[in-house]
T-cell receptor, first 111, second 113 residues
Framework: DQQVKQNSPSLSVQEGRISILNCDYT??????FLWYKKYPAEGPTFLIS?????DKNEDGRFTVFLNKSAKHLSLHIVPSQPGDSAVYFC??????????FGTGTSLTVIP | DSGVTQTPKHLITATGQRVTLRCSPR?????VYWYQQSLDQGLQFLIH???????AKGNILERFSAQQFPDLHSELNLSSLELGDSALYFC????????????FGSGTRLTVV
């Protein structure tokens, strides 16, 4: 049973536009959420996180939004750059335990 | 370089065989996590060790086992290998249990033929 779902396997966006990646989770006990970015032949690298006490966290071009009532989070990248082309995984968990990962969304930013 | 070292990077073996994947966590990290990524699948949690003790098990088959040694490196043992075990196996580490996210290694690609 997939506790974290990323329903869009792929996304293409023009350079300079906004990329929005979505993620849904099922477990209401999850209180910490992360986004990871993965390039081919490399391990995932941490991008940004948010705890359940917040509904938004921003780091440069990256913003994560959390809607706890909908059990939904999203990652916004503005403006998108070709170097952002990668697979993005969202992860959710309760603090102190392991995180559950989604299946990933492959983002392609077109120059 | 993330600081998490996984060896070997690639492994090709036959069905029925046994292999050992090794992970050295980032310096100072006490937690080690193992994940499996199969084709078109997300990262499936296998097992978590904290300071030498098993803390959580996920979808880990009985044919698989792991341990974390006193120097904090970890090994994932896969036995009686089947074609379906072909996957990328990632190790991740963190200082505390599940907080601050993980630092991942670059993975071991296992191919069972």
């Amino acid at each position: 049973d997939q506790q974290v779902k990323q329903n869009s396997p792929s996304l293409s966006v023009q350079e300079g536009r906004i990329s929005i990646l979505n993620c849904d989770y099922t477990n209401s006990m999850f209180d910490y959420f992360l986004w990871y970015k993965k390039y081919p032949a490399e391990g995932p690298t941490f991008l940004i996180s948010i705890s359940s006490i917040k509904d938004k966290n921003e780091d440069g071009r990256f913003t994560v939004f959390l809607n706890k009532s909908a059990k939904h989070l999203s990652l916004h990248i503005v403006p998108s750059q070709p170097g952002d082309s990668a697979v993005y995984f969202c992860a959710a968990g309760d603090t102190g335990n392991q995180f559950y990962f989604g299946t990933g969304t492959s983002l392609t930013v077109i120059p | 370089d993330s600081g998490v070292t996984q060896t070997p990077k690639h492994l090709i073996t036959a069905t029925g065989q046994r292999v050992t994947l090794r992970c050295s966590p980032r310096s100072g990290d006490l937690s080690v996590y193992w994940y499996q990524q199969s084709l078109d699948q997300g990262l499936q949690f296998l097992i978590h060790y904290y300071n030498g003790e098993e803390r959580a098990k996920g979808n880990i088959l009985e044919r698989f086992s792991a341990q974390q040694f006193p120097d904090l490196h970890s090994e994932l043992n896969l036995s009686s290998l089947e074609l379906g075990d072909s996957a990328l196996y990632f190790c991740a580490s963190s200082l505390r249990q599940g907080q601050d996210g993980y630092t991942f290694g670059s993975g071991t690609r296992l191919t069972v033929v």
